[in-house]
């Protein structure tokens, strides 16, 4: 989880590139690993909690690493996120899950909360 961590910080503070060693690679832990068709047999298969739980821990570790956010998924709860990445994965079967993760917390940055005042989430 700390290398995520790390690395998630060097993603989101890098200006031009996202490239973490010099030939652009980082490591990647846990469910981060499988693959978006991976994501959706688990969702068909009824198993995707352990799926929830890693995207709870991906998600608030990005706002806490992610200068002025205070929740990248605004007051999305867990199965509107879950459903969110479901979607982009059935379009991207080849893709990591991890690059699932990346492009939703990409496409919410700018509608971010950046402090905290209502309930967020649930």
Request: proline residues 1%; positive net charge.
């Amino acid at each position: 989880m700390k290398s995520l961590i790390i690395a998630l910080v060097l993603v989101l503070t890098s200006s031009s590139t996202f490239a973490i060693d010099s030939k652009g690679n980082y490591a990647v832990w846990g469910l981060g690993k499988k693959s978006c068709f991976g994501y959706t047999q688990a969702i068909a298969g009824g198993d995707i909690e352990n799926f929830k739980h890693y995207i709870k821990g991906f998600l608030t570790a990005y706002n806490m690493f992610t200068e002025k956010t205070y929740s990248i998924a605004r007051k999305m709860n867990i199965n509107e996120i879950a459903e969110s990445l479901e979607d982009y994965c059935a379009e991207n079967p080849m893709s990591g899950f991890e690059t699932a993760l990346l492009n939703f917390t990409f496409d919410r940055y700018d509608s971010r909360l950046k402090r905290s005042g209502n309930s967020v989430g649930r």
